[in-house]
Nanobody, 125 residues
Framework: QVQLVESGGGLVQAGGSLRLSCAAS????????MGWFRQAPGKEREFVTA????????GYADSVKGRFTISRDNAKNTVYLQMNSLKPEDTAVYYC??????????????????WGQGTQVTVSS
């Protein structure tokens, strides 16, 4: 198992940027495909992005492609989500996730092994 702790959420104006971090402990993060999901009030949790174990391959939801960038530093056991050009519809709780499988392109909720506690991102118009 791996324990995941997110940080970096907050309140930002539309067009602004935020960088989320996900620190992993309990097992080296290089063992896992890592991803980010989000859940807005009244909506289901949805896939945002994921990254392969080596960091060489990434997948993004169409809604964030070109604006968000996922990266990982396996030496620091940390995964990052750089969010640029934020929109009010990006407002949600963002969750870090780890998966034992090989799917980094469109990581499914049922493929996730561990979740972080979530961090709130609020984008004002």
């Amino acid at each position: 198992q791996v324990q995941l702790v997110e940080s970096g959420g907050g309140l930002v104006q539309a067009g602004g940027s935020l960088r989320l971090s996900c620190a992993a402990s309990g097992r080296t993060v290089s063992s896992w495909v890592m991803g980010w999901f989000r859940q807005a009030p009244g909506k289901e949790r949805e896939f945002v992005t994921a990254i392969s174990r080596s960091g060489g391959m990434t997948g993004y939801a169409d809604s964030v492609k070109g604006r968000f960038t996922i990266s990982r530093d396996n030496a620091k056991n940390t995964v990052y989500l750089q969010m640029n050009s934020l929109k009010p519809e990006d407002t949600a709780v963002y969750y870090c996730a780890s998966a034992l499988g090989d799917n980094w392109y469109r990581l499914g909720i049922d493929e996730v092994s561990s979740w972080g506690q979530g961090t709130q991102v609020t984008v004002s118009s």
